[in-house]
């Protein structure tokens, strides 16, 4: 039984990582979170210790070690730009680390944690699930038994709306969230590398603080592209609930269904890492710069690759 940690026990995808811990056979030895709203936890480890200061937090962890009781994982489901500083604090106590995506937010964080990696002895695993879903994995393996100059036509749409609070929350800050592109789609870039291989073109054409779109050219796949958290873009076959959501991946025509599907793949993902294969630093570079480019680059005045959503919205948006 593993003794883990978890950073960030308030936050929307907590309650996943509670349940890969519990469901492992591992051990939540405490948690932390500068808000105190984790009943959550009583559900999966009623005993864990709970911090709403850090350094409380960190005395704990330390008081541990001391004890020869040292931690074997800090789990981090803290706000974006908080990966970076708690992967660091983990791995210098030599603590092995699962961190939600975005891993960070620049490619230079990547190659920090590279260095601390090797400096302390202690690894990075990230969570990136799609990689492990039937749906993605059948896909790729069609992608890879096609003619090598296969190249697919892909349309990626997500829409998913998001009330006012989101822009002033620390979501709405790209400096924090890393923006639209990195918070709400730094996943879907990952599973189209994992599919399509290496990167070759990334163009953007739109940008704002609630939409962005653009086109992206893999190896073996031409992507158009379209993201958004504004309500007003939702089509009337939207997904209503919770956060009235669409999502749509169009293959040579064909939709990609993945809708079902995720319930375990966060547990899967930490028992890849249990087993010692699990997604590292290396493995999340692509996206992470893709996404520090869309944040970035100027936008491209040829729309001639534009995702159809925009080349309809664009009197709209343009």
């Not at 500068?34 to 960190?58: K, L, R």
């Not at 791995?91 to 230079?108: Q, T």
Request: with cysteine; net charge negative; glycine share 6%.
């Amino acid at each position: 039984m593993k003794k883990f940690a978890l950073i960030g026990a308030s936050g929307y995808i907590a309650p996943r990582h509670l349940k890969a811990i519990k469901e492992t056979g591992n051990d939540l030895v405490v948690a932390m979170d500068i808000n105190d709203s984790v009943g959550i936890m009583d559900s999966h480890f009623p005993d864990a210790e709970f911090f709403t200061e850090f350094e409380e937090f960190e005395a704990f962890v330390e008081d541990q070690t001391l004890k020869g009781e040292k931690l074997d994982y800090v789990s981090i489901c803290s706000p974006n730009y908080l990966h970076a500083p708690h992967m660091k604090f983990a791995l210098k106590k030599g603590i092995d680390v699962i961190c939600e995506k975005p891993l960070v937010l620049s490619s230079e964080d990547l190659d920090i944690l590279a260095v601390y990696e090797e400096k302390y002895g202690a690894k990075v695993n990230s969570i990136l699930q799609l990689r492990l879903h039937p749906s993605i994995i059948a896909l790729r393996d069609k992608v890879a038994e096609a003619p090598e100059d296969k190249v697919f036509d892909v349309d990626l749409t997500y829409l998913t709306s998001r009330g006012k609070w989101y822009m002033k929350s620390w979501k709405g800050f790209d400096h924090k969230s890393g923006g639209v592109a990195t918070n709400i789609g730094v996943h879907f870039y990952d599973m189209l590398h994992f599919i399509f291989g290496d990167i070759v073109k990334n163009e953007v054409h739109y940008r704002d603080e609630k939409t962005t779109a653009g086109y992206l050219e893999y190896k073996r796949a031409r992507v158009r592209w379209f993201l958004s958290i504004d309500a007003d873009y939702l089509p009337d076959n939207a997904v209503h609930g919770e956060k009235s959501t669409y999502r749509s991946i169009l293959v040579e025509g064909e939709e990609l269904e993945f809708s079902g599907g995720f319930t375990d793949l966060h547990t899967q993902s930490y028992q890849r890492i249990l087993d010692n294969n699990g997604y590292g630093i290396d493995d999340n570079r692509t996206a992470i710069e893709t996404v520090e480019k869309i944040r970035t680059a100027s936008l491209s005045r040829d729309l001639s690759c534009a995702h159809p959503y925009l080349k309809k919205k664009k009197n709209e948006l343009l």
